[in-house]
């Protein structure tokens, strides 16, 4: 069965770190594009990062530079370092499989909340 | 970037009502077009790529249409579990992009 599971967010102050985990279970994370997306409270979904089969790295313009997108392959992981977070940075992120047809994202986990606040 | 840009953002029907939500795109993508459905507390679902093709065990009342720039989901008769909110998302280029979404109430 497919499925993946993030974990790692947390309470964590203004300028602070945090990486996110997501295991996957059922197929391989390192011969599918996975991505990260997000929602902030009450609002819609954003795309964050993405990475390819040949671990080419994408992200959006709010978090270039702050996110970086890896993945263990041995571990069938995929992970988030987030640096320097801001209070806009609050969200719930999901990890997904772009797997389905076209690119779409088929498979995704529960998500977990990353709250930044001092 | 592409921006993705729904309408309405919110509608109010009732069941067994037809449903059609727009999507358009800011430059032409193509077919790299896909639906999902969300509901409160919950990971978003997918119901349709490519433009028109239906996921796997999503309803056959959902369809999708359009090419390069616009482009719709319909719903043909609203069924109670339906009322949610849907994304449209484009796929075509990085960095990928989603509507801001279209909440579904019950009338």
């Known amino acids: 069965e497919v499925q993946v599971v993030e974990s790692g967010g947390g309470l964590i102050q203004p300028g602070g770190s945090l990486r996110l985990s997501c295991a996957a279970s059922g197929f391989s994370v390192s011969s599918n594009y996975m991505s990260w997306v997000r929602q902030a409270p009450g609002k819609g979904l954003a795309w964050v990062s993405g990475?390819?089969?040949?671990?080419?790295?994408y992200y959006a313009d709010s978090v270039k530079g702050r996110f970086t997108i890896s993945r263990d392959n041995s571990k069938n992981a995929l992970y988030l370092q987030m640096n320097s977070l801001r209070a806009d940075d609050t969200a719930v992120y999901y990890c997904?499989?772009?797997?389905?047809?076209?690119?779409?994202?088929?498979?995704w986990g529960q998500g977990t909340l990353v709250t930044v606040s001092s | 970037d592409i921006q993705m840009t729904q309408s309405p953002s919110s509608v109010s029907a009732s069941i067994g009502d037809r449903v059609t939500i727009t999507c358009r795109a800011s430059?032409?993508?193509?077919?790299?077009l896909a639906w999902y459905q969300q509901k409160p507390g919950k990971a978003p679902n997918l119901l349709i790529y490519?433009?028109?093709s239906l996921h796997s065990g999503v309803p056959s009342r959902f369809s999708g249409s359009g090419s390069g720039t616009e482009f719709t989901l319909t719903i043909s008769s609203l069924q109670p579990e339906d009322f949610a909110t849907y994304y449209c998302?484009?796929?075509?280029?990085?960095?990928?992009?989603f509507g801001q979404g279209t909440k579904l109430e019950i009338k």
């Open positions: 490519a433009t028109s």
């Open positions: 997904a499989r772009e797997g389905g047809g076209a690119s779409s994202f088929d498979y």
């Open positions: 998302q484009q796929t075509n280029r990085f960095p990928y992009s």
């Open positions: 430059q032409g993508i193509s077919s790299w």
């Open positions: 990475i390819d089969t040949a671990g080419n790295t």
